[in-house]
């Protein structure tokens, strides 16, 4: 059964906007359309932990939704009909089809899906905004296939045990972490990209500690995510604490 939440001329409400922005910079450029949209790094587990909806499926449609608020005539949104091949998080029926909400805009960091549709299956991970489901630029949404090994066993299995930690992102030297549920990430340092080694093979989880209080927060530190086809070990040499290499 598909689910369609909300009448297509419901706008979104700012408190909601600024929720589906947070961890993007915005560039606009008065008077220039083209300006662009820039995301913050973000691990794959980190995404997972903080989406709403994590599922694996097709773009089999697009509807643009009309504005109806004389003060939102800046924003178009549009509709995408996706179908659902297997859900890993979030949705409590299990249907076969559901609805996710876009800005249009580009330079308001609006998802535009350029793939053909109904070909290749995407991992999805989507926010909830009342009864309305949303992806913007900067959501984690890539296609099946350069979703790594790795990565498929820790959205299956390991990233939701991590969501008490926290991967931070090490853009200069020197690195440093504030507290024991940080794993410092610092494949950007390194290979000038994001998509290294911790984000297509660790994953920042919580190890048992002995004498620990109860309540007190978890000490965390990499761990290989194992598969049949890769292992991989933490890519940062001479830069992350002992602890945090797995």
Sequence with gaps: MERDPLDPSVTMRPVALSRLL???????????????????????QMAFCQAD?????K????????????????????RYKIKITKTYKGLESQGNGLFIDSLEQETFCGYQHRAPLNREEHLIMAERQDKRLIISFCSFVRPWGR??????????????RGCACQAVPCEFRPCALSGDTQCLWTDGLLDRSWQGPQAQHLACLPRPSKGAPPGADPFCAWETLKSSRTKATANCPGLCPPRNTP
């Design 59 to 78: 773009f089999m449609g697009v509807i643009p939704l009309n504005s109806s608020s004389s003060t939102q005539k800046f924003e178009s949104w549009i």
């Design 22 to 44: 947070a961890g993007t910079i915005l560039v606009l450029v008065l008077g220039d359309p083209t300006a662009a949209c820039s995301c913050a790094p973000q691990h794959p």
């Design 147 to 160: 979703v790594t090994p790795s990565q498929r066993q820790g959205i299956s299995q390991a990233y939701g």
């Design 53 to 57: 909806v994590v599922i694996r499926g």
